[in-house]
């Protein structure tokens, strides 16, 4: 009776388990260590996205914004700080920014203020204005422009994923939502980082309460028996 009981506050506490999660598509998870926060799980598309603090391109070397990004994509080897991680490109972002509630069709900031400002705290702004009335969190995507419609002697233009939230003053509303841009002025700074995320399983909860109700099953015929 004992193991019965055990294993029925095990699928409680498992069922209790989705619906915290259900809530949220979009929610904070630990990365290295408990409480770190570094992760921004999408549990409509399974993915985790890495803080796009842990990937500013000032921490890696080069002397341009593509040479610190080609050094942050070597960390993506195996032992490397990223391993497991990808970059991800505009499809991926978009299906991020919808799964957090954001319209990914529209600036408008009456409706997409909340969400986005949601999803910028979980992934970390890159940049905050003083004033707070601009903040974004930007990061490259594995993506370039193929031809660049003013000329260019170095490589092509790299896309980046930027979620901002730009406030303005009456009468006007404000920007907010999710821009995949190669021209805006936020990717030009060291502070923007690489979007990166990780593919992951299946709700390990499911297979435990699968698992458990087999095993409870097993335990209540051989107490018929």
Same mark, same amino acid.
């Given at each position: 009776?004992?193991?019965?009981?055990?294993?029925?506050?095990?699928?409680?506490?498992?069922?209790?388990?989705?619906?915290?999660?259900?809530?949220?598509?979009?929610?904070?998870?630990?990365?290295?260590?408990?409480?770190?926060?570094?992760?921004?799980?999408?549990?409509?598309?399974?993915?985790?996205?890495?803080?796009?603090?842990?990937?500013?391109?000032?921490?890696?070397?080069?002397?341009?914004?593509?040479?610190?990004?080609?050094?942050?994509?070597?960390?993506?080897?195996?032992?490397?700080?990223?391993?497991?991680?990808?970059?991800?490109?505009?499809?991926?972002?978009?299906?991020?920014?919808?799964?957090?509630?954001?319209?990914?069709?529209?600036?408008?900031?009456?409706?997409?203020?909340?969400?986005?400002?949601?999803?910028?705290?979980? $992934?970390?702004? !890159? /940049?905050? *204005? &003083?004033?707070? @009335?601009?903040?974004?969190?930007?990061?490259? %995507?594995?993506?370039? +422009?193929?031809?660049?419609?003013?000329?260019?002697?170095?490589?092509?233009?790299?896309?980046?994923?930027?979620?901002?939230?730009?406030?303005?003053?009456?009468?006007?509303?404000?920007?907010?939502? $999710?821009?995949? !841009? /190669?021209? *805006? &002025?936020?990717? @030009?700074?060291?502070?923007?980082?690489?979007? %990166?995320?990780?593919? +992951?399983?299946?709700?390990?909860?499911?297979?435990?309460?699968?698992?458990?109700?087999?095993?409870?099953?097993?335990?209540?015929?051989?107490?018929?028996?």
């Amino acid at each position: 009776m004992n193991r019965i009981l055990v294993c029925l506050s095990a699928m409680l506490l498992i069922s209790l388990s989705f619906v915290a999660s259900a809530g949220a598509a979009v929610f904070e998870r630990d990365w290295k260590t408990p409480g770190d926060g570094l992760l921004t799980f999408d549990d409509v598309n399974l993915r985790e996205w890495l803080d796009v603090s842990e990937s500013l391109l000032i921490q890696f070397p080069g002397t341009t914004l593509e040479d610190r990004y080609q050094s942050a994509l070597a960390e993506l080897a195996p032992n490397g700080r990223f391993e497991g991680f990808t970059v991800a490109r505009s499809g991926d972002v978009i299906a991020l920014a919808e799964s957090a509630g954001i319209d990914t069709t529209s600036l408008d900031f009456n409706i997409n203020q909340a969400p986005t400002s949601q999803l910028i705290d979980v $992934l970390s702004p !890159t /940049f905050t *204005s &003083d004033d707070l @009335s601009f903040v974004v969190a930007v990061g490259f %995507l594995d993506e370039l +422009v193929s031809s660049p419609p003013f000329p260019t002697h170095f490589r092509d233009y790299r896309f980046a994923a930027e979620f901002v939230v730009a406030t303005r003053q009456p009468p006007f509303a404000g920007n907010a939502g $999710l821009n995949v !841009t /190669f021209g *805006s &002025d936020s990717i @030009s700074r060291t502070t923007t980082g690489v979007m %990166l995320y990780r593919v +992951v399983p299946e709700p390990v909860a499911l297979a435990l309460a699968i698992v458990c109700t087999m095993h409870l099953l097993l335990i209540l015929g051989r107490e018929r028996l």
